[in-house]
């Protein structure tokens, strides 16, 4: 998985021939910094804009990151990257039974979420940029692939019954997480953190529950 975001990092941001420099290293830092205040504010950004907050002319953005598209897949698939880090590759609790664990991963999810100043916009679906909409797009279906091969390992152990589609299973997971979230943080008063990790948790619980099968 790793490899693949470096591939598709390097992708984005459109490399110069040379080698960037440190001064180099910290506008383009200063250029996502811009472009997610943007995009937290408006859920849209305008080059013009963003080249105004960083301090630098618009011709800058597009030597380190191609185009406005190229900028804004970088913004995105840098919060990816931090939601990755923060939530299915911390370590959890390895005592801990798989139902305990996931909690504790929802519960990291949820909090990343409700913090992380893109959160509200991309849990929401607020982001209003076409490149933003693609890899919101392939990050989600990296997270359900996630999802499904941590069901498969459950199964393994024998903590979840064989006879779950973890491939649906874990789609119908990461979709009902994000749709639990999207109500949750388009309200101007979002309810608790705990109350969504309780629907989210209850909702993987009866998913994950095998059901007698008819006679």
């Known amino acids: 998985m790793n490899a693949a975001t470096n591939s598709s990092s390097s992708n984005q941001a459109g490399p110069s021939p040379r080698p960037i420099t440190a001064k180099g290293r910290a506008t383009r830092k200063r250029l996502i910094a811009a472009a997610q205040d943007e995009l937290r504010r408006n859920g849209t950004l305008e080059i013009a804009d963003v080249a105004a907050a960083a301090g630098v002319a618009q011709s800058v953005i597009h030597r380190y990151f191609g185009s406005k598209a190229g900028l804004v897949e970088t913004v995105v698939a840098e919060f990816y990257d931090d939601y990755d880090n923060a939530v299915f590759l911390a370590p959890l609790a390895p005592e801990a039974t798989w139902i305990e664990r996931e909690t504790l991963r929802i519960e990291l999810e949820v909090a990343f979420l409700y913090e992380h100043p893109l959160g509200r916009r991309v849990a929401a679906g607020l982001l209003q940029e076409a490149a933003a909409t693609r890899v919101d797009a392939e990050r989600q279906r990296r997270h359900a692939d996630m999802a ?10 024998g903590e979840l019954p064989t006879d779950i589609n973890a491939d649906l299973a874990g789609a119908a997971i990461i ?17 608790s953190r705990s109350e969504v990790v309780t629907t989210v948790t209850r909702l993987s619980r009866a998913l994950l529950h095998s059901p007698p099968h008819p006679a």
């Open 148 to 157: 499904a091969r941590n069901i498969r390992h459950g199964q393994h152990t």
């Open 175 to 191: 979709g009902a997480l994000r749709s639990v979230l999207a109500a949750a943080l388009s309200l101007d008063e979002p309810p």
